[in-house]
C-alpha cells in the first residue's frame, strides 16, 4: 500500500542542513496497524505529516498504491489525500466555531458528498459512537476523551483505507486514552490500515508492528 | 458547503466583537460616503438627459474675443443667430432662443406674486425640449405678443384652484399677458427650469428691428436641433466663414471677433454651466476622500484580518487536513469578508437614510431616500461592494491558504521582526492618509475664515439693500431716498445699478490712447455710495449732487489707473458714446468675490438705461428691528402694492461662499470620518498587539523590566509608522492646498503650524490608544499571562 524509498526531510537555515529524517526505507501493506515510537524529536511526526500527504520530502520516492506520490501535483496530491487518509491528533483539533454534527459533515464536503448520503453517513457515526445528544454541542462544550472521540468519528467519516493518528491518547487520561485504541483496533480489524505515532509502550502493542524512530533514521 | 462557511463567518464576526464593529463601522461608512458620491456624480451627469432629442440639441455658445481684453465665452449672444442658422445650414432641423429668465413680479387680482426665473421664448421651445403640458396647445401657446404659459406650481401659486387658461395677469412693465398653457415643472436635472415662458414676440412688439440684429442685445439663447444624420462638427467647420459674413466683417474695424461653437445639450451643466468649475472640483474632491475611506477601511479589514490570523491558522489547518484544497480556503475567506462587507452595506443603507439631510443641504436639493435608490445606483453600488468584497477579501484569503498544514498544525507562524511588512506598509499609508486630510482640512477652514474676515475695502456692517422695482419708485427714488434719511437710526442712503457683492457688469471703453474698446467693470451710482459704503477717495473730487455737470464725468479705481499705467488719471479722458473725464480715484475695493484680483473699475453718476436698481440703506445696528418697518413702510409709499425685496450685505456675501462653507463642513466632517476608521485600525492592531505579545511582556516583568520600558518597546515601532507617514503626507498635502488655493485671488499664508498640528496630534492620540492598552497588559501579574501556557 505504501513504500518509501530513501526518503529524506531537512531544513535549510544559513546554509547548515538539519536533518529530520534520513534514509527512510519503509513498505506498509494494507491491514498493518503500524506503531511508530522514539524519543522527541526524533522525526515521528514528520514521518506521519510526509505519508499523509501535509507535508513533502526533501528527497526520496513515495509510492501511494504504486501511485508516485513525489511526482504529483497538489491538485491530485488533494484529491489522494482527501478520499484516502483520516488523521487523529493529540490535541484533537476539532474546529471550534463548528459543532460536533458540522466537525463531521465537513470532510464530507470537501469530498462533495451529496447530501442525503452526508445525513446518513453522519447519523451512522453519531449512532455508533453514541453522541447523537451532543450533536449540537461546540468543542469547548465537550470533555477532552469527548472531544478525541469527535476527532477520531471524524477522521473516519469518509472511510479512509488509511488513518495516521499522532499521539491519539496523548492528553487523555488511561480510561479514555483505552477507549480510543479499542476504537482504532476495531477499525483495524475491519480493513483500514493504522499508522499511529505514541510514546506509550502499552499503545503499541494494539499494533502489529512497532518501527523505532531516533534521529531520523530507523532502528532496525 | 457554502453553509458551512457562512456558519462559520457568522459566528467569528459574533465571537469577535470589536473586530466585527471596526471593520463594519469602517465600511458602512465607506459605502455610504460612496453611495452619496455615486448619487452627487449620477444626478449631475444626468442633467437634461430626459429630453426626447437630446442628444441631437446643442447650445449655440460665442467667444468674444476684443482687442486688450480677455477672451469671453457665453451662450449669451444676439438674437438673429439662430434663424440665420436654420437658413444656412443644412444639418439644423430646427432651432429655439429665449431671452435669458429673470425675476418678474406679476400681479393678479391686486395680488402680487415675484416668480423667479421667467424667460421669453417661442413655441419652437417645445419641439426641441421635451416638455409636459397640462392644458394648452404648445405649438401656439406662445404664438402672439402678451401671452404666457406657466408652470404647473407657478400657476398653483397664483391662481389656486382656479383655471388658468385665459385669465389675464399683468406684469411691472404695464404688460398684460393671457396665459395660454401650463406645463409639468421641469425635473431637477434641468437647466431649463422656468417658472413662466412668455411669448418672444412681447419683447419686441414695440421696438424696431434694429435691437434684433446681429448688433442688437446680448440677452438670448440660443438652441438647434441637428437633424437625425448630422454631426456637430459639420456645423462647426461652417461657422468662421457663417460668422464672417454675418457679424464679424462689420466689426473687424474695432478689433472684435466672435466665435461660435456648440455645446451638446447634457454636458452643459457639468462643463458649461456657471457652476461647472466648482463642481467639477467637488467631484473630484470628494470622489477621492470617498475612494480614502474605502481604502482605510479595506487596510483595517487586511490588517485585523491578518492579525488574527495567527488564531485562525489551526482552522486552516485542520480544513486542510481535513481534505480541503487551497481553493476551498480561499472560497471560504472570501465568503467570510464578503459577509461582513453585506453586513456593512446593510448598516449603510440606514446610514445613508440618517445622513441624506446632510447631503440634501450640501446639494441645495431636496432628494428623498426614493431618490437615492433607484436602479442605476443600486447596481453601481452593488458593483462596487461587490469588488470591495473581492479586493479585501482576496489578499488575506491567498495569503492564509497558502500556508502548509503540517506546519499550522504543529506551531504558530512567528512574525519576523526588522522586515518591512505590509502590514507595516499599509499602516503608514493609512497614518499618511489620516495626517494629509487633517492638514487639508486645518488649511481649508484657514483659508475660508480669512476670506470671511478680510477687509473688503467697504463697509458690509449694517447694510440693507433694497431692489427697487416699478416704474414709480425708479423714477422718484430721490424722494424715497429723502423719506429713509428722515428714519431715526438710518446713517446713509444711496442708490446704484449694482452692490458690491458678486461683481459689477462690463462694458466697451476706449480710454485715452486706445484704438478699440476694452471691458470694464463699470457700476453706476449717486455720489452718496462712496459715502454710504465708506470708499476712500484718492485722488480728485466726488461726483457733484444733483448736478448735471458731472453726468458724463467718470470715477475710476487705483486697479484701473494701475492697468493703463497713468501716474495722475484725473482729467484723463475715456471714450463711450462721447467722451469722459476722470474726475477722482477711488480706492480698491473688493465688489467680486475674492476668487478674483480686484479688477478695473469704472463708477458713473449717470445710468445708461436711466434708471437705478439697488438703494442701500445704512443704519446703526441696535435700532435693527423698528428701523427695517419704518424702511419697509417708506418703501411701500412708493411701491404700488410690490412687496419690498431686501438683504443684508454682509449676509448677502457670506452668500457667495456659501459653497464654499458647505464644502468646508463636508470635507471637516469627512476627514474627521477617515481620521477615525483609520484610528479604529491603530487600535484593533494595538490590541492583537498586546495580545500576542503578553507572553513576551510577562516574561520581560518577570525579568525585572519597568512597565515603561516595555510601553516604550512596542510603542517604538508605531512612532516609526507615524514618522514615515508624515514623510509622505506632507508634500502630498502641500500639493493639494496649493492646488485649491490656486483658485483663489487672495490667499491665507500656508502655515507650518497646520503641518506641525495634524502630525503631533496623530501622534498623541495613536500613543495614547497604544499606551493604553500596553500598560494594561503590563500591569496584570505576570503569572496570569503564564500558566495558560
Not at chain 1, 476523551?145 to 488511561?174: C, F, W, Y
Not at chain 2, 419697509?632 to 438683504?647: A, L, Q
Request: aromatic fraction near 12%; hydrophobic fraction near 45%.
Amino acid at each position: 500500500m505504501i513504500k518509501l524509498i530513501n526518503i529524506e526531510k531537512y531544513y535549510t537555515n544559513k546554509l547548515i542542513k538539519t536533518y529530520v529524517l534520513r534514509n527512510i526505507e519503509l513498505e506498509i501493506k494494507e491491514g498493518e496497524f503500524i506503531s511508530v515510537m522514539g524519543p522527541s524529536g526524533a522525526g515521528k511526526s514528520t514521518l506521519l505529516n510526509i505519508i499523509g500527504m501535509l507535508d513533502t520530502p526533501s528527497n526520496g520516492e513515495y509510492y501511494f498504491y504504486n501511485e508516485p506520490v513525489h511526482k504529483m501535483n497538489e491538485k491530485k496530491l488533494n484529491e489522494l489525500h482527501k478520499n484516502h487518509i483520516g488523521f487523529v491528533f493529540q490535541q484533537y483539533h476539532l474546529i471550534d466555531e463548528l459543532t460536533v454534527y458540522e466537525n463531521l459533515e465537513t470532510p464530507l464536503l470537501y469530498q462533495k458528498v451529496k447530501t442525503d448520503q452526508r445525513k446518513g453517513r453522519i447519523a451512522e457515526i453519531l449512532d455508533r459512537f453514541n453522541m447523537v445528544a451532543k450533536k449540537d454541542l461546540f468543542p469547548n462544550q465537550l470533555s477532552g476523551g469527548q472531544q478525541q472521540l469527535v476527532a477520531v468519528a471524524r477522521a473516519i467519516i469518509g472511510n479512509p483505507k488509511l488513518i495516521l493518528a499522532d499521539e491519539p491518547t496523548g492528553n487523555l487520561h488511561s480510561g479514555q486514552g483505552r477507549e480510543i485504541m479499542q476504537i482504532l483496533k476495531k477499525l483495524n480489524e475491519d480493513g483500514t490500515t493504522i499508522i499511529q505515532v505514541t510514546h506509550n509502550e502499552e499503545n503499541a502493542k494494539y499494533g502489529n508492528r512497532i518501527i523505532k524512530l531516533a534521529d531520523g533514521w530507523i532502528e532496525k | 458547503m457554502f453553509e458551512n462557511y457562512l456558519k462559520t463567518a457568522l459566528r467569528n464576526l459574533l465571537q469577535k466583537k470589536i473586530f466585527s464593529l471596526i471593520n463594519i463601522s469602517g465600511f458602512a461608512i465607506g459605502i455610504c460616503a460612496v453611495v452619496f458620491i455615486l448619487h452627487y456624480v449620477q444626478f449631475n451627469l444626468s442633467y437634461d438627459d430626459y429630453h426626447q432629442n437630446a442628444d441631437r440639441i446643442f447650445r449655440v455658445s460665442v467667444v468674444s474675443q476684443i482687442k486688450g481684453s480677455d477672451d469671453f465665452d457665453s451662450p449669451v449672444f444676439t438674437p438673429p443667430i439662430g434663424p440665420a442658422m436654420l437658413k444656412d445650414f443644412p444639418e439644423i432641423e430646427n432651432y429655439t432662443r429665449y431671452r435669458t429668465a429673470r425675476p418678474e413680479n406679476l400681479i393678479y387680482n391686486n395680488n402680487t406674486y415675484k416668480i423667479e426665473d421667467v424667460a421669453f421664448a417661442e413655441n419652437t421651445f417645445f419641439n426641441l425640449f421635451s416638455v409636459e403640458f397640462i392644458s394648452g396647445n404648445p405649438s401656439s401657446c406662445l404664438s402672439a405678443p402678451n401671452q404666457i404659459a406657466l408652470s404647473k406650481s407657478t400657476a398653483g401659486k397664483i391662481f389656486g384652484s382656479e383655471n388658468p387658461i385665459g385669465k389675464i395677469i399683468s406684469a411691472e412693465n404695464n404688460e398684460n399677458y393671457t396665459v395660454t398653457g401650463v406645463y409639468e415643472d421641469a425635473p431637477k436635472n434641468s437647466e431649463l427650469r422656468f417658472n413662466g415662458i412668455a411669448s418672444f414676440k412681447t419683447l419686441y412688439k414695440n421696438v424696431n428691428g434694429n435691437a434684433m440684429g446681429w448688433n442688437g442685445g446680448h440677452q438670448y439663447m440660443t438652441y438647434v436641433l441637428l437633424k437625425k444624420d448630422s454631426y456637430k462638427k459639420s456645423v462647426e467647420e461652417k461657422f468662421p466663414s457663417f460668422m464672417w459674413s454675418n457679424i464679424n466683417k462689420y466689426f473687424e474695424g474695432i478689433g472684435v471677433k466672435y466665435s461660435a461653437y456648440l455645446q451638446p445639450l447634457k454636458d452643459i451643466h457639468t462643463e458649461y454651466s456657471e457652476n461647472a468649475k466648482g463642481l467639477k472640483t467637488n467631484i473630484m474632491i470628494f470622489s477621492i476622500i470617498a475612494l480614502f475611506i474605502i481604502l482605510l477601511a479595506c487596510i483595517n479589514f487586511i490588517n485585523l484580518f491578518m492579525a488574527r490570523s495567527i488564531k485562525r491558522n489551526k482552522e486552516i489547518g485542520i480544513r486542510k487536513v481535513l481534505g480541503a484544497h487551497r481553493k476551498d480556503i480561499l472560497y471560504q475567506f472570501i465568503t467570510e469578508s464578503s459577509l461582513l462587507i453585506v453586513v456593512s452595506a446593510a448598516v449603510a443603507v440606514f446610514l445613508s437614510a440618517a445622513a441624506l439631510p446632510v447631503y440634501n443641504r450640501f446639494t441645495g436639493q431636496e432628494f428623498t431616500f426614493l431618490n437615492l435608490l433607484n436602479i442605476k445606483l443600486i447596481i453601481s453600488a452593488l458593483l462596487a461592494v461587490g469588488l470591495l468584497c473581492l479586493s479585501a477579501g482576496f489578499y488575506p484569503s491567498f495569503v492564509l491558504s497558502s500556508f502548509q498544514p503540517a506546519q499550522i498544525i504543529k506551531k504558530p507562524l512567528f512574525n519576523r521582526p526588522g522586515k518591512i511588512t505590509l502590514k507595516g506598509a499599509l499602516v503608514v499609508f493609512q497614518f499618511a492618509i489620516s495626517i494629509a486630510l487633517i492638514i487639508c482640512t486645518l488649511l481649508i477652514n484657514n483659508q475660508l475664515d480669512y476670506i470671511k474676515e478680510k477687509e473688503l475695502g467697504f463697509d458690509k456692517e449694517n447694510q440693507i439693500c433694497i431692489s427697487l422695482s416699478g416704474r414709480r419708485m425708479k423714477a422718484e427714488y430721490g424722494s424715497m431716498k429723502a423719506e429713509m434719511l428722515k428714519i431715526k437710526g438710518v446713517v446713509n442712503a444711496a442708490v446704484s445699478s449694482g452692490i458690491p457683492v458678486n461683481g459689477f457688469t462690463s462694458n466697451g471703453y476706449s480710454p485715452e490712447g486706445f484704438q478699440n474698446p476694452i471691458m470694464i467693470n463699470v457700476v453706476d451710482a449717486e455720489p452718496d455710495f462712496l459715502k454710504t459704503y465708506n470708499i476712500p477717495l484718492i485722488t480728485g473730487r466726488n461726483f457733484f449732487p444733483e448736478s448735471l455737470a458731472d453726468k458724463d464725468a467718470y470715477l475710476v479705481n487705483e486697479a484701473f489707473a494701475r492697468k493703463m499705467n497713468w501716474k495722475d488719471p484725473v482729467g484723463k479722458e475715456i471714450e463711450r458714446n462721447g467722451i469722459h473725464t476722470i474726475i477722482g480715484v477711488v480706492k480698491d475695493f473688493n465688489f467680486a468675490s475674492l476668487h478674483d484680483r480686484i479688477a478695473p473699475l469704472i463708477i458713473t453718476c449717470n445710468p445708461e438705461m436711466g434708471e437705478y436698481d439697488y438703494m442701500t440703506v445704512k443704519i446703526k445696528s441696535p435700532e435693527l428691528i423698528s428701523v427695517i418697518s419704518s424702511i419697509r413702510n417708506v418703501y411701500n409709499s412708493f411701491s404700488d402694492g410690490m412687496p419690498m425685496d431686501y438683504t443684508f450685505i454682509d449676509e448677502s456675501l457670506q452668500k457667495v461662499y456659501e459653497q464654499e462653507s458647505i464644502f468646508r463642513e463636508i470635507f471637516t466632517c469627512f476627514a474627521f470620518i477617515a481620521v477615525v476608521i483609520a484610528l479604529l485600525g491603530i487600535l484593533g492592531l494595538t490590541l492583537f498587539a498586546v495580545e500576542r505579545k503578553k507572553k513576551e511582556i510577562a516574561i520581560r516583568k518577570a525579568l525585572g523590566a519597568k512597565i515603561a520600558g516595555i510601553t516604550l518597546l512596542i510603542s517604538k515601532q508605531f512612532s516609526l509608522w507615524i514618522i514615515l507617514a508624515n514623510i509622505i503626507a506632507w508634500p502630498a498635502a502641500y500639493y493639494f492646498i496649493k492646488k485649491w488655493l490656486a483658485d483663489y485671488a487672495y490667499t491665507a499664508e500656508i502655515s507650518f503650524l497646520s503641518f506641525i498640528l495634524a502630525a503631533a496630534g496623530v501622534f498623541v492620540i495613536s500613543l495614547i490608544i497604544i499606551c493604553f492598552y500596553i500598560i494594561r497588559a503590563a500591569i496584570n501579574n505576570p503569572v496570569e499571562s503564564l500558566k495558560y501556557e
